[in-house]
C-alpha cells in the first residue's frame, strides 16, 4: 500500500525516496517552526544518538509527523482522560500523546509500527518520568485495544475510515479523538480549531437499532410497550407504541450507553425514558411520568 503523509493542512502522497527529502523541506518548513518542543525531546540523551527520527519520515501507512502540544492538550480535554483512563494511541511515533495522557495520571500505552521509535518512545517516557505508561511495536490493524477507555490518532482520513467499524465495536462510551483527520460520515461530536489544525472528539454509541420488548414496573401493574429505534452512529430517532397509541419519539439522544427520549403513553401524556443500553441487547433505567412519578424499565430486544 502506497503510504500517505498527514501534511498540514491536507495530505498528500509520499513522495519517491528520490524527492522525499525535498518534498518535506517544502510542505513542512512551517510545520516544524512549530514543533521546537516535540523535536526537543530528541535531543541526544539516554541512547538517544544511536537512532535520530526525522518529520516525515516514512511509516507503515503514514509517516511521522508528531501532533502539536497545544492539539494533544485539546485532544486529552475533549476526551475528558483522568487517571481512570486507559488511553490508546495508535501510531503512537515518538510516544507523546501517550505521554501526555499518563502525565494526567491515566494508564497509557502507544502502539507503534516503527521499532526505533518505540524504543525512542520509551527513553521519552523516562525523560518524562512518567512511568504508567508503555509501548509496543505493532500493526494497529491487527493489534488489540479493546480494552481502551480513550483512543487518540493522527493518521489519515483513509486510515480512520479503515478503523472506523472497529472503534464502533468497542465499549459504548469509549472516546476517540484524532487530530486533524475525520471520520468520514461518522460525525464528530466536537471539534476544536486550533491556529488551523483541527481536534475532533467522538463517543463510542451503543448499537440499539431494532425492535425492543420495554417492560415497565413488575406484577400486576407491570406493562409492556413496544419500541422501535432506527440508528446512525450517534442519531437516533424511532417510534413507541403504547397501549393504542402508536408515536414518533420526542428528542431522542445518544451519548455512548445513554438514551434518553419522550414518548406518550397511552392517555397522549409525555413520559420521559432515560436508559442505559449495552451492546449485549439489553436496556434498563426510569421512566418519568406526567406527574414527576419514576417507574423503573427494562428492555430486551424483541
Ligand atoms: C502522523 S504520526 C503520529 C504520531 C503520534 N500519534 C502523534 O500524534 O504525535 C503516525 C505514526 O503512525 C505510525 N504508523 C504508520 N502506520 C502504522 C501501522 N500500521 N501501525 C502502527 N503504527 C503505524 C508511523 O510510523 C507514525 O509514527
Known amino acids: 500500500m502506497t503510504p500517505f503523509v498527514p501534511a498540514l493542512p491536507e495530505p498528500m502522497a509520499t513522495a519517491p525516496t528520490s524527492r522525499r527529502s525535498a518534498t ?3 510542505c513542512c518548513g512551517a510545520l516544524l517552526l512549530g514543533l521546537a518542543p516535540a523535536l526537543s525531546l530528541a535531543q541526544p540523551k539516554l541512547g538517544d544518538e544511536a537512532y535520530q527520527p526525522e518529520v516525515g519520515q516514512p511509516g507503515k501507512d503514514v509517516v511521522w509527523v508528531p ?3 497545544e492539539v494533544v492538550k485539546a485532544m486529552l480535554d475533549m476526551a475528558q482522560v483522568t487517571k481512570k483512563d486507559y488511553v490508546v494511541d495508535l501510531g503512537s511515533g515518538d510516544g507523546k500523546i501517550a505521554i501526555a495522557a499518563a502525565r494526567r495520571g491515566a494508564r497509557a500505552h502507544g ?9 525512542l518512545s520509551k527513553r521519552n517516557a523516562e525523560r518524562a518520568g512518567v512511568n504508567n505508561v508503555t509501548f509496543v511495536q505493532g500493526d494497529i490493524f491487527v493489534s488489540d485495544f479493546r480494552d481502551a ?6 493518521l489519515l482520513p483513509s486510515l480512520n475510515e479503515k478503523l472506523r467499524p472497529i472503534l464502533l465495536d468497542m465499549k459504548p462510551g469509549t472516546r476517540v479523538t ?9 460525525t464528530p461530536d466536537e471539534t476544536r480549531e486550533l491556529d488551523g489544525r483541527r481536534a475532533l472528539f467522538w463517543v463510542v454509541p451503543a448499537k440499539v437499532e431494532g425492535d425492543w420488548s420495554v417492560q415497565i414496573g413488575t406484577g400486576a401493574r407491570a406493562e409492556t410497550l413496544k419500541l422501535s429505534l432506527l440508528q446512525s452512529y450517534q442519531k437516533v ?9 402508536d408515536a414518533a419519539l420526542d428528542q431522542p439522544s445518544l451519548r455512548g450507553g445513554r438514551l434518553v427520549f419522550t414518548a406518550l403513553d397511552a392517555n397522549g401524556q409525555r413520559n420521559r425514558f432515560e436508559a442505559t443500553a449495552g451492546n449485549d441487547g ?8 406526567p406527574n414527576g412519578q419514576r417507574r423503573n424499565f427494562t428492555a430486551t430486544r424483541s
Not at 111 to 119: F, G, L, R, S
Not at 149 to 154: A, E, M, Q
Not at 237 to 245: A, I, Q
Request: net charge negative; charged share 20%.
Open 67 to 69: 501532533t502539536p502540544d
Open 282 to 289: 439489553r436496556m434498563s433505567g426510569t421512566v418519568i411520568g
Open 149 to 154: 477507555d480513550v483512543i487518540t490518532l493522527y
Open 111 to 119: 502502539i507503534e509500527y516503527n521499532p526505533d521509535m518505540v524504543a
Open 24 to 26: 518535506w523541506k517544502l
Open 237 to 245: 430517532s424511532g417510534r413507541m407504541v403504547w397501549g393504542t397509541r
Open 178 to 186: 484524532s487530530h486533524q483527520f475525520d471520520m468520514g460520515d461518522w
